[in-house]
């Protein structure tokens, strides 16, 4: 019964920024999982950053230090704000969120796409 919708992809030069939006339609901020996962060409789905149901996130290692997640109950959003951006970042990026697990709810993904 949870829509999610993600926005705030594009294209961005490496070493740039970008902010991704996802929006549920209820609130999730008592969910097990709200996460973002990611897929390049050719690779596996990769999970990116997620917060637990107290708030608390985890990183991949492959982005900690440059990608931050956060939330904005006003919204119901979840932003993930990216910096320094590689061009092995490029991907489609999906939200997640679940009451136990991730899974229950799926975005439909926003492109991130970085090259020069």
């Known amino acids: 019964q949870v829509q999610l919708e993600e926005s705030g992809g594009g294209s961005v030069q490496p070493g740039g920024s970008l902010g991704l939006s996802c929006r549920a339609s209820?609130?999730?901020?008592?969910?097990?999982?709200r996460a973002w996962f990611r897929q390049a060409p050719g690779k596996e789905l990769e999970a990116v950053p997620q917060?637990?149901?107290?708030?608390?996130?985890t990183y991949a290692d492959s982005v900690r230090g440059r990608f931050s997640i956060a939330k904005d109950v006003v919204r119901n959003t979840l932003v993930l704000e990216m910096s320094s951006l590689k061009p092995e970042d490029t991907a489609m990026y999906y939200c997640?969120?679940?009451?136990?697990?991730?899974?229950?709810?799926w975005g439909q993904g926003t492109q991130v796409t970085v090259s020069s």
């Open positions: 997640t969120a679940g009451r136990a697990r991730c899974g229950d709810y």
């Open positions: 209820a609130d999730v901020s008592d969910f097990a999982c």
């Open positions: 917060l637990d149901r107290n708030g608390n996130p």
